[in-house]
């Protein structure tokens, strides 16, 4: 667990931190915490790779921390965030991204509409 430690401060220690945080995926569940932390970094780059190890490790804890990432600042980590819950799946996931499909018209609304679709296929989620 040290190397979770060492890893997160050195995000904190240079503009290269989203380089650190790649990596946290290796680290499997224990990170997740640490991940949900740097959701909130002033760097985009950080908050996009955060985002995206998140989704990729499916832990149902971050779908919250993930919901409240498509409302960032910056569109790049609202799409990531769309692509995260997607992967997640959770029925959580899918009301959200439904939700953000109906008020956005933009392509992150088409993206939240495509991902809420293919969810739907997979696990029967509908409209309630």
Not at 23 to 43: C, I, K
Not at 46 to 62: E, I, Y
Not at 112 to 127: I, K, Q, T
Request: aromatic residues 6%; negative net charge.
């Amino acid at each position: 667990m040290w190397q979770v430690q060492e890893s997160v401060q050195a995000t904190r220690s240079g503009p290269d931190g989203w380089r650190y945080i790649a990596g946290f995926g290796r680290f499997g569940p224990d990170v997740v915490d640490h991940l949900h932390l740097a959701l909130q970094d002033e760097s985009k780059w950080v908050r996009l790779v955060a985002t995206d190890v998140l989704g990729g490790l499916r832990d149902p804890r971050s779908v919250d921390p993930l919901i409240a990432g498509l409302d960032d600042t910056d569109n790049d980590v609202r799409l990531a965030s769309v692509k995260a819950l997607e992967k997640i799946g959770s029925e959580r996931a899918a009301c959200a991204l439904e939700a953000l499909s109906s008020r956005d018209r933009t392509i992150l609304g088409k993206t939240a509409r495509e991902a809420y679709s293919h969810l739907s296929s997979l696990h029967g989620f509908s409209n309630k």
